[in-house]
């Protein structure tokens, strides 16, 4: 059984307000020529199809071509994250059943997995769409869900995947001691974290939600990555589409293809003089590039941004790095007092006033308290 597993297209969105749509427009062609030629059983889109809730109309026109181009090729499932509606995403589904396109409905409480199968027999998939533990909690009322982790726990726990079957599960959430992005939404902290050992009744793991493509605990729980670097903090990744091959029981095999982009984003350093000289004598394509450019002249150039854009087509940021900026930042960093989490300050406070720690009942207590308050729902 071979997968193509897919996420965080983030379509519509605009990077320093730039339109990305002709770039995603490309990569989605890219997508679809791999899998022309890998020739996938089906392929997974594990959410952030959209980069808001409301899709600007050009968005959507977009994903409904590639939807129906990825759908002549193999079986599509997909989910909604935490940048899409999930009503949105789940509308129609089960007319799109008929044409081989599987969309997880709206999180109700139960996942009914979809059973694929192959020379070593059946392969189940399930769907679980970005949820907060608030979403979970209702359908578990007898069931303490004081965590990101509970609230997981509890929705894989309603499953019941058949130990002697192959188990395929497709998610959006943050596991635990996974490596984020400046272009990523952050909750509360690392309190969203969730331990990966509930994943373990799966034999493969598609997870959406962070961009750079990462294992999450053990090799057969991944985040595949966006299919485009969607901030500067992921100028040196390199971005792909992961191929899963569930062969018999308990023998799985993940590889990448890599993605070449219409155009890459990158970050270039050093004084206007020797940038001016880069770009006259080197025959590149990077000057076509979304590009983030730090000066390290002492100082300004007169109208530096528009100078360096006749050359770099693509600058979207200009920034300095001298002894001028250096100073201003050291006193900016010494005027902030130290960032913590609300859970941190809470738990300085409790331990002020009570003259020990809380304990872990008490921590997972404040933190479900800290979530509800979060999702404005204390």
């Not at 089906?42 to 808001?52: H, P, T, W």
């Not at 909604?80 to 044409?99: Q, T």
């Not at 969309?103 to 409480?109: M, S, W």
């Not at 490596?179 to 952050?186: A, D, G, L, Y």
Request: aromatic fraction near 8%; charge should be negative; charged fraction near 25%.
């Amino acid at each position: 059984m071979k997968l193509l597993h897919l996420s965080d297209l983030h379509l519509g969105k605009r990077l320093n307000e730039c339109s990305l749509l002709e770039d995603q427009s490309y990569i989605l062609g890219e997508i679809l020529r791999i899998a022309r030629e890998e020739a996938p059983d089906a392929a997974l889109l594990c959410g952030d199809l959209y980069d808001k809730a409301a899709p600007p109309a050009e968005a959507v026109a977009l994903f409904d071509d590639f939807l129906v181009r990825l759908s002549a090729l193999t079986q599509v499932f997909l989910l909604s994250g935490n940048h899409d509606s999930p009503e949105r995403v789940a509308f129609g589904g089960r007319l799109m059943e008929k044409s081989g396109v599987h969309v997880a409905p709206v999180y109700a409480g139960h996942v009914e997995p979809v059973t694929l199968r192959d020379a070593w027999g059946e392969v189940h998939v399930y769907l679980l769409p970005f949820v907060k533990p608030a979403h979970v909690r209702r359908f578990f009322p007898e069931t303490e869900i004081a965590s990101w982790t509970d609230a997981v726990a509890a929705a894989l726990g309603e499953m019941h995947p058949d130990p002697a079957a192959r188990s395929v599960l497709a998610a959006h959430l943050m596991a635990a001691g996974s490596q984020r992005c400046e272009s990523e939404e952050i909750y509360v902290g690392d309190a969203e974290a969730v331990d990966t050992a509930v994943f373990a009744p799966f034999d493969y793991v598609a997870l959406g939600h962070l961009h750079g493509p990462q294992k999450a605990g053990r090799e057969t729980v991944r985040y595949c990555g966006s299919p485009l670097k969607y901030s500067f903090s992921e100028a040196g990744q390199q971005k792909s589409v992961t191929v899963v091959e569930l062969r018999e029981k308990g023998n799985t095999a993940v590889r990448t293809v890599p993605l070449r982009p219409l155009r890459d984003l990158v970050e270039l350093r050093g004084s206007y003089e020797e940038l001016m000289r880069r770009s006259f004598y080197e025959n590149t394509t990077w000057q076509q590039d979304y590009t983030r450019i730090t000066l390290t002249d002492e100082q300004p150039i007169p109208d530096g941004a528009r100078r360096l854009q006749t050359v770099y087509h693509g600058l979207l940021r200009l920034d300095y790095d001298n002894s001028r900026t250096r100073a201003v930042w050291q006193a900016e960093e010494a005027a902030q007092p130290e960032q913590k989490t609300p859970l941190e300050l809470l738990g300085e406070l409790y331990e002020k006033q009570n003259g020990q720690p809380m304990s872990e009942a008490q921590r997972a207590f404040a933190a479900a308290l800290v979530q509800e308050v979060w999702e404005g729902e204390a």
